[in-house]
């Protein structure tokens, strides 16, 4: 099993709809969770963090954690063409050290 | 702006050539990684380092050496490359700071280096 799971993809909203990414994860001592969004050819972007269980909104994107289902979420409201990237869902385990899933392309359809 | 440089972006190489892929960065971040990305397995940590004198083996190190010249340089040598190293890597740095959260471990990437083993 991997460490850390996303559904590859490709995911395909239509402009204005909401775009739902998922992310399991293995190890329970895990603290800190993050989505990056990637667009092709080009490095890594942090766009949202979390560390509690809940929600954590910040403008159009929410990420939400769930502990216990030890699962992570990112939600894109009102999606744009400029959305269209991959996600990667990325995990602070108990060896301190980020562990990566492999992405989920999402593609915003004009 | 603080930023992250990486050099070369962009090499092709022989079969069993000695490779140094260099790293810096202005953020004045203590920690510095390496991770190499293939298609479809995401990024994968190479090697990681706390400090000058802190340097530790990642989850594919092997094939893999590196060097922390000062703070802010991290380099990556592939001593004899080969095509399976073929991939995209990337640096990343990320600070100590804390707070009530402890180590956050954001991390900031560099824009990469598409390195071609033939």
């Known amino acids: 099993q991997k460490e850390v799971e996303q559904n590859s993809g490709p995911l395909s909203v239509p402009e204005g709809a909401i775009a739902s990414l998922n992310c399991t994860y293995s190890?329970?001592?895990?603290?800190?969770f993050f989505w990056y969004r990637q667009y092709s050819g080009k490095s890594p972007e942090l766009i949202m963090s979390?560390?509690?269980?809940g929600d954590k909104e910040d403008g159009r994107f929410t990420a939400q954690l769930n502990k216990a289902s030890q699962y992570v979420s990112l939600l894109i409201r009102d999606s744009q063409p400029s959305d269209s990237a991959t996600y990667l869902c990325?995990?602070?385990?108990?060896?301190?050290?980020?562990?990566f899933g492999s992405g989920t392309q999402l593609t915003v359809l004009p | 702006d603080a930023d992250v440089t990486q050099t070369p972006r962009n090499r092709i190489t022989k079969t069993g050539k000695r490779i140094m892929l260099e790293c810096s960065q202005t953020?004045?971040?203590?920690?510095m990684y390496w991770y190499r990305q293939d298609p479809g397995l995401g990024l994968r940590l190479i090697y990681y380092?706390?400090?000058?004198?802190?340097?530790n083996k990642g989850e594919i190190s092997d094939g893999y050496s590196v060097s922390r010249q000062a703070q802010a340089k991290f380099s990556l040598s592939l001593e004899s490359a080969i095509p399976n190293q073929t991939a995209l890597y990337f640096c990343?740095?990320?600070?100590?700071?804390?707070?009530?959260?402890?180590?956050?471990?954001?991390?900031?990437f560099g824009p990469g280096t598409r390195l071609t083993v033939l």
């Open positions: 380092s706390f400090d000058v004198k802190d340097i």
């Open positions: 990325a995990v602070r385990g108990s060896a301190r050290q980020l562990t």
């Open positions: 953020k004045g971040h203590d920690r």
């Open positions: 979390i560390y509690s269980n």
């Open positions: 990343a740095t990320s600070d100590t700071a804390g707070g009530s959260q402890g180590d956050y471990n954001e991390q900031f």
């Open positions: 190890d329970r001592g895990s603290q800190s």
